[in-house]
T-cell receptor, first 110, second 119 residues
Framework: GIQVEQSPPDLILQEGANSTLRCNFS?????LQWFHQNPWGQLINLFY???GTKQNGRLSATTVATERYSLLYISSSQTTDSGVYFC????????????FGKGTLLTVNP | GAGVSQTPSNKVTEKGKYVELRCDPI?????LYWYRQSLGQGPEFLIY????????DSGLPNDRFFAVRPEGSVSTLKIQRTERGDSAVYLC?????????????????FGSGTRLTVV
């Protein structure tokens, strides 16, 4: 099956800093989503982005499908951004079946 | 409803017992998914429903696991003869339709999950 690698595994920031999270995948995909899992366990969908670039407030994401990676940018980080960020991908005719990476644990300190 | 609702939020059961986990998706979402998340891991796919039918149940670990969605809305995940290894958070998600159709957004909305502990 498709492999998903996320980096870095852990990241500690001071409030106000910017960061870039990376997701590499082993095969072509036609479904890619970024999620934030907050400290209470709730998974929040950030982006559906199988290709191209999207922005939502302080967050933006870029997927370069031909090079098999996606980036999530967080600007002016806030303590509420803390949690685990997951990249999940699907491919082919069964692209509804998301394969998740192991996530990046982000801690934003005040 | 406004979001995906899962009940119960926590379930503790004895080894060998039967459990049912319920998912109420967003109204109008035809696609429904069950995932399982173990501590420190990303969610893993279990089953996908499109409408009332299980379009793909390839992620169910064995025949002790079964899921239904009889009216195309609420779904129930059923686990027979529970084992300690079944302990995990069971997540349900819904989306408007299959991601391979050209629409603006197929982002999944997840519920808060059911934490199942088998003792």
């Amino acid at each position: 099956g498709i492999q998903v690698e996320q980096s870095p595994p852990d990241l500690i920031l001071q409030e106000g800093a910017n960061s870039t999270l990376r997701c590499n995948f082993s095969d072509s995909v036609n479904n890619l989503q970024w999620f934030h899992q907050n400290p209470w366990g709730q998974l929040i969908n950030l982006f559906y982005i199988p290709s191209g670039t999207k922005q939502n407030g302080r967050l933006s994401a870029t997927t370069v499908a031909t090079e098999r990676y996606s980036l999530l940018y967080i600007s002016s980080s806030q303590t509420t951004d803390s949690g685990v960020y997951f990249c999940a991908v699907g491919s082919g005719g069964s692209n509804y079946k998301l394969t998740f990476g192991k996530g990046t644990l982000l801690t934003v300190n005040p | 409803g406004a979001g995906v609702s899962q009940t119960p939020s926590n379930k503790v059961t004895e080894k060998g017992k039967y459990v049912e986990l319920r998912c109420d998706p967003i109204s109008g979402h035809t696609a429904l998914y069950w995932y399982r998340q173990s501590l420190g891991q990303g969610p893993e796919f279990l089953i996908y429903f499109q409408g009332t039918g299980a379009a793909d149940d390839s992620g169910l670990p064995n025949d002790r696991f079964f899921a239904v969605r009889p009216e195309g809305s609420v779904s129930t995940l059923k686990i027979q003869r529970t084992e300690r290894g079944d302990s995990a958070v069971y997540l349900c998600a819904s989306s408007p339709q299959r991601p391979d159709r050209p629409r603006a957004n197929y982002g999944y909305t997840f519920g808060s999950g059911t934490r199942l502990t088998v003792v």
